[in-house]
Structures are given as C-alpha cells and as structure tokens.
C-alpha cells in the first residue's frame, strides 16, 4: 500500500520577509558600528534555508520575483535612508573619507546579500535574464550616490593632488582609494574614470604647469630648467604609482612634456646664453645627456638638437679652415715655414675637434642615428672645401706621412701612434675625394719605402690595414703591393750580392743596389733614354745579368729618376761625400773627363731635356751648394751657360745631399686622377645599364652617384660620359623617348 508524501505548508512572503529582515537589519547595524554581535553559521543558513523554500514553492506560492524587486529596494533604502544623508553635508577631504567608507560597506552589503540572495543568482535571472545581484547593488550605488557626488569628488580630488604639486603633504591612501570608485563603478570599463575624472584632472595638470613654465622661462637657465622638468615629470610618475590609475601615467606625463617642454622647445634650445649651442660648446656632458633625455619624448625635438648641433660642428670646422687660409695668405716668403707646419696643425686641430665630439654623439645623444648623421655631415661640410689652397685629402696624406717617415716632426709612442693613425682613416671617411687621397699617399708612400724614410714598417702595414677595413680590399690593394714589393726587393738585393761574390768578374767594383718594383702597384714615372756614364753602365751589365737567373717572366724597365748616389768629391781644401741623385750623379761624372763644359754639351751626352737639364744644373750651382761654377755667374740657367768645376768648394760638413729644387707634382697628380675618374665612370655607366637594359636619364646618373665610393663625381662629368659612350656605341637614347637610354650588347 502506497504512502502519500506530505505537501509542506506554503510559505507567505510576509512570513517569510520577517525572517529575512532580522538578517537584514542586523547586516545594516553591523556596518553603521553599533553594537552587534556578527552573524552565526547557524543565523545565515537560516535566512539562505527561508529565501530558498520560498523560491521552490509553485505557484500561486512563488515569491521569487517579490524577492528580486525586494534585494533593490533593501539596497535603496539603505542609500537613500543612511548614506546619501551622510554625505550631504561634507566637503573636501572629509567628502572622500567618507565616500570611500560608505563604498566600502555598500560592497560588504552587497556581498552578503548576494550569499543570501544566491538562489536567485542561479536559477531565476539566469532564467530570465535579468542583470546579476551584483550588478543590481552597483547600479544602485551608481545612480543614487556616485551621480549624487561624482562632481564634488573629483574637485576634492584635483584640489588635494594641486595642495601636493604645492608642497603640501596629503593622504595619498585617501586619493588611491577614491580613485579606485571611478575605476569599479564602471564595472571593468574604465569610461566613468575617464570622463567623471581623468579628463578634468589632465586639464588642471595642463593649466598649472602651463603656469609653472611661463614663470620658469623668465627667470632660470636653460640648465635649471631642465632640472625642474625633470623633478616635475618625477613627481608626476610617483602619483601615477601612488594612486593615479596605470592608464594615466602616459596621458599625465605627454601633457606635462607638452606644457613645459615643447611649448617652450624654440626658446630653450635657441637661449643665447644657456642653450643647446652654449650647452655643447662648454662640453656640458650631463647638461647635454639630461637634454637628450628629455626632448627624445616630444615630436621633432631630437631633429632640432641635432641640427643645432650639426650647424654648431660646421661652424667650429669652418672656423678651421679659415684660420689656415688665413695663415696661407701670409707673404710669399714665409709660405714655406708657415703652411707645411699649419697643415699639420690643421689636421691635428680637426682629429681634435672629432675626438672632443665623439663622447658627445656616442654618450650624451647615446649614438643615436640623428646625430651620427648630423656629426658625419658637419665634417663633410668642411673637409671637402679647399683648405690654404689644397685639398683635405693631400693635408691628410702629409699629415700622416710625418707621422710615419723618419725624422718627422712629431715624436710619439707606439701606442699613441696606433691612435693618431686609426683616428686620421676616421676622418677619410668624411673626405669626398678619396681616389685624390690613394693617389697621393702612394706618392709620399713611394718616397718613404724607396728612399727609406718610413720610420716603422710595421706603422705602414697597420695603416693600410685600418684603410684596408674601412674602405675595402680594392683600396689599398696597390698599396699593400708597394710593400709587399719592398721585402721581395730586399731579398733580391740579398741574392744579388750573393751572385756578385760567386761570380767576382761580374762584379763593377761600385756598391750597387736596385729595388724591382712591379708596374701596375707603384706610381708613373717617366723612363727616358738617358745616357748613363760608363761606371754607371758597368752596374746596369751586372745586375741585367743576375736578374734572369731569378725569373724569365719579367721585363725590366730602368726609372734612374728615383736612383741615389754617394759620391766622393775630392776638392783642393777637402774630401766631400755627395749624396745626389742619379742624374745629378751623371752631371758631375763628365767633369772627370772635362774642366769645362757648356749646356749644349752636358745635354747632349746624358740625352735628356731641357727641363732636366734645367733643374739638374740649378741643383749644382745655383742654389745652396755650388758644385759647380757657372758663367756668367747669375741665379739662372739658359742654354750659352758654360759650367766647370767648383775646385775651392769647401763646407764644414764631410758629408752633404744636395737636393734637386722642389717640383709641384700636384697638378700631375689632379691629371692622373681626372684622368682615372673618366674611366671609373664609363665602367659605372655601363655596369648599371648592362644589369638595367633600359633605363632613363634622371635613374641612370642617381644609380651612378650612389654607386661610386671612392669620390663624389660631378654631374657634368657624369653626362659628358653618357655622351661619350653614345658616341661609342656603348649606349643609344630611344627614338621616341631622347631622355631614355638603350644599352647596346
């Protein structure tokens, strides 16, 4: 016999309200302070246990939406009953405190009566899709107090956060605690904080430091400034830490920056007395490193610094350049005391200028890309002008060939010297002209390995290593050909010898030694068919004999212009060694066979040229030695002169050179280079077009400039080779297009 299940007695929703409003009340004395003791797990279940069975009951009996509309009207009650009076009347900080307490205790409320409440949470507004118990309480909170209050707040904020900027000390806890309602209220959208709060408080910040800096910008350096900027952008990063919102720190510094930063940028930068160039000439390094720092934050201001800083290093360079013209314009007479001591000085001052500005650009701009730009600028601007009449690439080369030929003018360690040369390849690579700068030093460079004038071998190959690394293999390539043909020559000359002993009828009896040199490496150099004296020839014979027993390929080609002599001159008071040239050797040998001997003659038996015989004879009796003895006797040769030798020629030294007088080999030098550059531009033309095919004027010569390295060509020079090589078939413009280039197979 089945058992019928007993039907439990429907609760009434007063009945049952009665229970839940003990629960409630007692929650509301809780959070007011007053005596109460908190609630048992016995008292919560309770009120859980009621709200659920009134909930589960069927209808008619249902009261789960009366328990809904009652949940809000506790909480509205509660608001309007208690915490809006509590907030009517109060003002400033004593607002916020009690703000953030009422706050405090509407989310404890919440919490409780949500665990109350929770049967609703998972059945009836899932069911229904009503908003959450939770998002009940904040609207509530939301609408009835924050709307209320939201306006006095955030003045009582912003006034607290400008009595701080002031000096003053303030609660910050109070501030991070308010701030955090305009965060939540908005329930995990950050709207209300913007717009009830942020918006207002980025245009106070505007407002006062916009007062600040007008009052700075009257009364502090450029310097000082930057020190209260800098505090200032401190400051306001700690507040963001301290109770500002995260997302405000950006917001909040951008318009500090802007404020007294870039509304002021032109004036600070540009102060005659203290600014950027003022900064820069005193070497003002942590001035300079706190500028970099702060204008790298605002739009253009980096781009400013380093063009001020680019004219400022053109400025100093320039100011070089002109102070060896100026010392270049002295009388003629002092020129050559004067500018061969000046173009050291002037290299030496710019190696000086780089190095004084390398700290700036690497440490106080930390090697920014503006200012390595604005630094290789500047000096290009200075060293590709004509200085005291010659180019920064010819006053490089005689800078570093004092440095490494002997006797030159400075004496430095082997260190210092390792410095010195890194730092004069640095400036090569601001110098245009680079091929000009190759075919002078190989010029200085042959001096120093022919007539062993280079102080170190070792400093030669460490320069052209450094050449070598900042240019490329095909820079120096001939270069290291020249030295490299140095150490086979010595071992030549070793073999030589050797041969000489082996074989005693061979052997002239003079002290003979030659340097094979191979063409393609060395500079040019006139050969001729000069007529050597018999001695001379005996030595010729001898080594012409030796060399094929060391190579069959090889053909030699003998340049007696870049030969020596030590020759014994026996005078009637004294013995004098002569060092001379070859030629001058030549010259002084036929007066062995003859007391007299007019132009004509001298020029006829050596076989050589006016010119030669010109500055041959000046050298021997026109100018600080005279060997020989010339009529009539004036300071200039012409072809009726008769010459003999100078017998009674006497000199306290038993040993002297008698140079040849000097020769400008400069314009032969600006030829040969000119000379190359056509050829490297019609090898540039028609390497691109080759790849290109087709391609027209403006891309054609922009290809070309960007391609060659080693000097800047001129335009003219670039066109005039298109001509050309239309001319030669190389190239062809286009029937339709005359501005368009065919590249002919």
Not at 713 to 719: A, E, Q, R, V
Request: charged residues 30%.
């Amino acid at each position: 016999m089945k058992r019928k299940r007993a039907v439990p007695k429907p609760i009434l929703f007063s009945e049952g309200w009665e229970v839940i409003e003990q629960g409630v009340t007692k929650m509301k004395r809780i959070l007011e302070g007053l005596p109460e003791p908190p609630f048992t797990c016995e008292e919560y279940m309770k009120i859980y246990t009621r709200i659920h069975d009134m909930c589960i009951q069927r209808s008619p009996h249902d009261t789960t939406e009366k328990l809904y509309t009652k949940y809000k009207e506790v909480i509205m009650e509660y608001i309007t009953s208690v915490v809006l009076p509590s907030l009517k009347d109060k003002h400033d900080e004593f607002l916020l405190r009690e703000l953030v307490i009422r706050w405090s205790n509407h989310k404890v409320m919440s919490k409780w009566l949500s665990r109350f409440f929770s049967y609703l949470n998972r059945f009836f507004i899932k069911r229904n899709s009503l908003p959450s118990l939770d998002e009940v309480a904040f609207t509530c909170f939301r609408d009835q107090v924050y709307k209320e209050t939201k306006g006095k707040v955030k003045d009582a904020v912003i006034s607290l956060i400008d009595q701080e900027r002031g000096g003053e000390q303030i609660d910050r806890g109070l501030l991070k605690n308010v701030i955090e309602i305009f965060v939540e209220i908005g329930t995990g959208k950050m709207d209300y904080y913007k717009n009830d709060f942020e918006e207002e408080m980025l245009k106070e910040t505007a407002s006062y430091y916009s007062r600040k800096a007008s009052n700075w910008i009257l009364i502090e350096s450029f310097p000082d400034y930057m020190l209260k900027v800098e505090e200032c952008l401190r400051k306001e990063k700690d507040r963001v830490v301290h109770y500002l919102h995260a997302t405000s720190g950006p917001k909040l510094i951008e318009q500090v920056r802007h404020e007294v930063l870039c509304v002021y940028s032109s004036q600070l930068l540009e102060n005659e007395k203290s600014g950027c160039c003022v900064l820069i000439q005193e070497h003002k390094v942590d001035d300079l490193s706190r500028m970099y720092k702060l204008f790298s934050k605002i739009d253009d201001g980096l781009c400013r610094i380093s063009q001020i800083y680019k004219k400022h290093v053109t400025v100093e360079g320039t100011i070089l350049v002109k102070k060896a013209d100026d010392v270049a314009s002295n009388k003629e007479a002092e020129k050559r005391v004067v500018v061969g001591l000046q173009e050291q000085t002037f290299v030496r001052e710019v190696i000086e200028l780089h190095d004084k500005n390398m700290p700036l650009v690497n440490d106080c701009f930390q090697n920014h890309t503006l200012f390595r730009k604005a630094l290789k600028e500047a000096f290009e601007i200075f060293l590709n002008k004509t200085v005291a009449g010659s180019s920064t690439a010819e006053l490089l080369v005689n800078y570093c060939d004092n440095i490494l030929k002997k006797g030159g003018s400075e004496k430095h360690s082997d260190e210092a010297i390792e410095q010195i040369l890194e730092k004069a390849v640095n400036l090569l690579g601001y110098i245009y002209d680079k091929d000009l700068f190759v075919e002078f030093y190989r010029k200085k460079l042959a001096r120093r390995l022919l007539f062993d004038k280079s102080a170190n071998e070792d400093y030669e190959r460490s320069i052209l290593t450094k050449l070598k690394q900042q240019n490329g293999a095909h820079f120096t390539s001939k270069l290291e050909g020249m030295v490299t043909d140095m150490t086979l020559a010595r071992e030549t000359q070793a073999d030589f010898k050797e041969y000489l002993q082996c074989n005693p009828r061979t052997n002239p009896g003079i002290d003979l030694s030659v340097t094979v040199l191979t063409t393609g490496f060395w500079p040019s150099y006139r050969s001729s068919d000069f007529h050597l004296p018999f001695e001379m020839t005996k030595c010729i014979q001898a080594f012409t004999e030796f060399y094929p027993t060391k190579t069959n390929s090889r053909k030699l080609t003998w340049i007696y212009s870049l030969g020596t002599c030590n020759i014994t001159a026996k005078f009637e008071l004294q013995t004098i060694e002569l060092i001379v040239t070859t030629y001058q050797a030549a010259v002084l040998l036929l007066f062995n066979d003859s007391n007299r001997l007019s132009y004509s003659e001298i020029m006829s038996q050596l076989n050589l040229v006016d010119d030669d015989v010109v500055r041959l004879l000046q050298s021997l009796c026109c100018l600080k030695y005279k060997i020989l003895n010339k009529e009539p006797n004036i300071n200039s040769i012409s072809s009726d002169d008769v010459f003999a030798f100078n017998s009674k020629f006497t000199n306290k030294m038993r040993r002297i050179k008698i140079p040849l007088p000097i020769v400008d080999e400069k314009k032969k030098i600006l030829e040969v280079v000119d000379k190359d550059r056509k050829y490297v531009v019609d090898a540039c033309l028609i390497r691109i077009m080759k790849s290109r095919k087709v391609l027209n004027h403006q891309q054609l010569i922009t290809e070309c400039v960007e391609q060659l390295k080693v000097f800047k060509p001129d335009l003219k020079l670039i066109k005039k080779r298109i001509e050309d090589l239309i001319n030669r078939e190389y190239l062809e413009r286009d029937s339709e297009n005359l501005n368009l280039y065919r590249y002919l197979a």
